[in-house]
């Protein structure tokens, strides 16, 4: 289109003049500095008149102001003091925000979200979309323009992390959403998808061309973040913030995107109460949430930690918006495993309102199993010979049309250089490892394997309820028992009520002090044993608790089925923890309760120890079904009792396995499983391996990587061997328990002498 010299705009007037050979003659700052000096005389408000304006530069360098007079020192200050002022002011202007390079492009984009990542991000999304992808995306337009939840699992490498980047983008500049919140699965992971943002802003010229009220700001920042605080455009600040956690984008009129916020956090970060104050007063909360991946493959192995986010999710997340304000979500996810949060979500049945979507690599495998298996011989053999596995590659181009029978992919371009198709990129990721192909790219995660097969799952524990009342204790119980797990934090705790066949009946348990939560974890518990009891220390708080706790239980008298009352006949105190063996030693050489309770090591007799049988007995040692109770010397001392920790966790474990009903069965009291959840994910923290050593095959314990605490486990335990110590037996075991010696009354002992 022809240009007029005489209405020129500033921006087009400084391209004319620097696209010549000379190269950049004239810059912004420049420009504006004349242009208040030569006033009217060259152009007006918007526009300026180059042949008036090359006349004004030729009229001013052949008439040079004059030399200024000589002024005192402090006229001289104050002058120097505005002229830097005047200076440092130009100096943080970034003038005028150039035009809008192609509005036609920019209005289009701004309801079409598919249209805005080709426009704008066509070196991104440059292979063309599978019917997956355009199922995305709309979802996605849908919760940005109109709201909604939606759960979307994708296989990895669909680019749905960069869809959800790019999202907020969109939403941001679109000024579609004033507030998005971007959650990863932990704050590194969100600060890197921030990050990511950020260099688009940056660097793509497309949206500098189409968004220059919001991106040519953060242009001239030329990545000096420091400048954002002083930043102005046209004499007003612009409000801008660019830090590692946040982008706030320029306050500017007329922008939609004017103070757009976008503010990232990881899933176990402090997230409850996130707002933000505008430059115009109104605070201002997120309105969209973007939740990409909100799990890690640890947080995805471990129940309790789903659990925990699951709360998070439903209770912070969702109700970022306020009070009475609904929030648009998007999730992006993976299933890791079955159960997990993806996994959850993605259920309709369960959680209909995220209208969950799940996708996969390949809807249907190929029918010719057959050439397949001898494609995947020929590649491991070209591997295992120090080859690239192009004979694999070559036997499927020969066969390909019989290998490529009946399958149906997802992504028919989504495949590397050395492949001929997208069935066999999906064949090479299947053979390299099943279990990853099927959870990372069909989320459809195989069942978990971890230790022997038979182990006992949480659910199955949690839902062997009995249907008795939490503290009554059935007709049939003859002994109770009572364990403590001490820990710096917290007092775990459980009883249980055993038949003499080793029937068993967990009647109570819980902590000091009382959570007064479902679901909790160690590391996380604000109401601790310390909070408590202030000012008493470490030791003091243990030794408090242990008071408070023996009290409440061992004077308490359980009421059984048939009316009768009970009392706890065992207690037994763990004193393996840290800095705890003493204070435990003392406290059961002061308690009131001194008669009840006991001090208990557990010992790892793994399948290369030496077995408590093989342990000579000494005098005066008590020694039962692999626990022993050694004999003491001293006044100070008190008699404790040593476990084999590896064999009673398969004991009750074993007891868990056995039908309700049968002899020998450990349940738990009410009817609900949901409430003991957390008690089943404590007694499967650990799993068994059969390890041989020294001739002999022995259960070994080890902890779950990643998985809950374990504590209830210990006190199970622990309350087995008190049963087994008060003289229950299990049928089978031929277990033989030295009697321990009945008390002697001090008035016997006096009749005896008379």
Not at 279 to 286: E, I, M, Q, T
Not at 366 to 373: F, R, Y
Not at 661 to 687: C, I, M, N, V
Request: aromatic residues 8%; proline residues 5%.
């Amino acid at each position: 289109m022809a240009i007029d010299v005489r209405q020129l705009r500033p921006s087009m007037l400084t391209r004319m003049l620097n696209s010549t050979p000379l190269g950049e003659v004239l810059g912004d700052r420049q420009l504006r500095r004349h242009r208040n000096r030569a006033g009217y005389r060259i152009g007006d408000e918007t526009h300026v008149d180059l042949l008036r304006y090359a006349a004004w530069l030729l009229w001013t360098r052949h008439n040079p102001e004059p030399e200024p007079e000589t002024r005192d020192y402090e006229a001289m200050k104050e002058a120097a003091r505005a002229r830097n002022a005047e200076l440092s002011a130009i100096g943080r202007d970034i003038g005028d925000i150039p035009e809008v390079v192609d509005p036609q492009r920019k209005a289009r984009a701004a309801t079409d979200f598919r249209f805005f990542c080709e426009a704008y991000f066509p070196e991104t999304f440059s292979l063309p979309w599978s019917s997956d992808h355009l199922k995305v995306i709309a979802k996605i337009e849908t919760a940005v323009l109109r709201g909604g939840l939606f759960a979307m699992a994708m296989p990895r490498g669909s680019g749905k992390t960069t869809l959800a980047e790019t999202a907020c983008i969109w939403a941001m500049l679109t000024g579609a959403q004033e507030f998005v919140c971007l959650i990863g699965s932990d704050a590194g992971h969100a600060r890197n998808m921030l990050e990511s943002i950020k260099v688009e802003f940056e660097t793509n010229e497309r949206l500098l061309d189409d968004y220059p009220e919001a991106v040519f700001p953060i242009h001239a920042l030329e990545r000096i973040h420091n400048r954002a605080k002083g930043q102005l455009c046209g004499g007003k600040a612009t409000r801008i913030v660019w830090t590692a956690d946040e982008i706030v984008l320029p306050t500017i009129a007329g922008s939609k995107a004017s103070g757009a916020i976008i503010r990232v956090a990881g899933i176990e970060s402090r997230i409850r109460g996130m707002k933000f104050k505008r430059a115009d007063g109104r605070a201002v909360r997120p309105s969209l949430v973007v939740l990409d991946d909100p799990q890690t493959d640890e947080s995805a192995r471990s129940d309790q930690q789903v659990r925990a986010r699951m709360e998070t999710l439903n209770g912070a997340i969702l109700n970022l918006g306020g009070p009475g304000q609904k929030i648009s979500g998007i999730m992006p996810c993976t299933v890791i495993r079955p159960g997990d949060i993806a996994d959850q979500i993605l259920d309709r049945d369960k959680h209909p309102a995220w209208q969950g979507e799940r996708t996969r690599l390949v809807y249907v495998f190929p029918t010719n199993e057959k050439l397949w298996d001898k494609y995947a011989q020929i590649r491991a053999d070209s591997f295992r010979n120090d080859g690239d596995g192009h004979e694999a590659t070559e036997f499927y181009g020969k066969h390909r049309k019989e290998m490529d029978a009946g399958a149906v992919i997802a992504w028919p371009e989504r495949h590397n250089g050395d492949e001929l198709s997208a069935i066999q990129h999906a064949m090479n990721l299947r053979l390299q490892d099943e279990r990853a192909f099927w959870a990372e790219y069909q989320n459809q995660p195989l069942p978990q394997e971890e230790g022997e097969s038979d182990q006992l799952n949480a659910e199955a524990i949690a839902a062997k309820t009995n249907g008795l009342l939490r503290g009554v204790v059935p007709i049939g119980a003859s002994h109770l028992t009572m364990f403590v797990d001490v820990q710096g934090k917290l007092l775990f705790h459980a009883v249980v009520a055993w038949e003499d066949d080793f029937t068993g009946y967990v009647v109570d348990y819980g902590t000091y002090p009382d959570q007064q939560r479902p679901v909790f974890a160690l590391r996380e518990v604000q109401k601790t044993l310390a909070r408590v009891a202030p000012g008493t220390g470490l030791e003091g708080s243990i030794y408090a608790g242990l008071e408070k706790l023996t009290d409440s239980y061992l004077a308490k008298r359980w009421r059984r089925d048939d009316g009768a009352e009970m009392r706890i006949e065992r207690c037994l105190i763990d004193a393996n923890w840290g800095q705890s063996t003493d204070v435990v030693y003392q406290f059961c050489r002061q308690s009131a309760h001194a008669g009840l309770i006991m001090p208990s090591h557990g010992r790892y007799v793994g399948a290369s120890s030496v077995p408590f049988s093989e342990y000579k007995r000494k005098k005066g040692e008590r020694i039962g079904l692999h626990w022993r109770v050694p004999t003491v010397q001293g006044r100070r001392q008190v008699r404790h009792v040593v476990i084999d920790t590896n064999y009673w966790k398969s004991f009750v474990h074993a007891r868990l396995a056995v039908a309700m009903g049968d002899p020998g069965s450990l349940s738990l009291f009410g009817r609900k499983p949901g409430d003991h959840q957390l008690l089943a994910e404590h007694l499967t923290a650990e799993y068994r391996v059969k390890t041989e050593a020294r001739g002999r095959v022995v259960d070994e314990w080890k902890i779950r990587a990643g998985g809950p605490d374990n504590h209830w486990l210990d006190c199970l335990v622990g309350c087995a061997v008190a049963a087994s110590m008060q003289g229950s037996v299990l049928p089978g075991t031929d277990a033989k328990v030295a009697p321990a010696r009945a008390p002697i009354r001090l008035s016997e002992l006096q009749k005896g002498r008379r």
